[in-house]
């Protein structure tokens, strides 16, 4: 996970990055090897795409998708594959 991940991770679903905060101090280890999640995602700055899109982004966390499925026009995520694909 990159930085620019993790806070965007943080940005669209603060309760389970949370979760994942909690789990470090409950084992006394963090995930990454130099700093807890939440200073780690400081490092980083939330993908462009999803604070263009946030009703897309809520969609996309429904529990069920209820909407047609389009892939003519599919190109990669925000970091798909890494940092450097997709839309930044």
């Known amino acids: 996970m990159s930085v620019d ?12 990055f949370d979760a994942l905060a909690v789990l470090e ?6 995930m990454k090897r130099e700093c807890g999640l939440h200073q780690f995602a400081d490092r980083g700055r939330v993908y462009k795409a999803t604070l263009a899109q946030p009703a897309l982004i809520a969609r996309a966390l429904e529990h069920q ?13 925000a ?3 890494g ?6």
């Open 5 to 16: 991940q993790a806070a965007t991770l943080r940005h669209i679903m603060p309760e389970r």
């Open 83 to 88: 940092e450097n694909v997709g839309p930044g």
């Open 79 to 81: 970091g798909a594959f």
């Open 25 to 30: 101090q409950t084992f006394g280890c963090t």
């Open 65 to 77: 998708w209820h909407g047609p499925v389009v892939t003519s026009r599919w190109t990669l995520p």
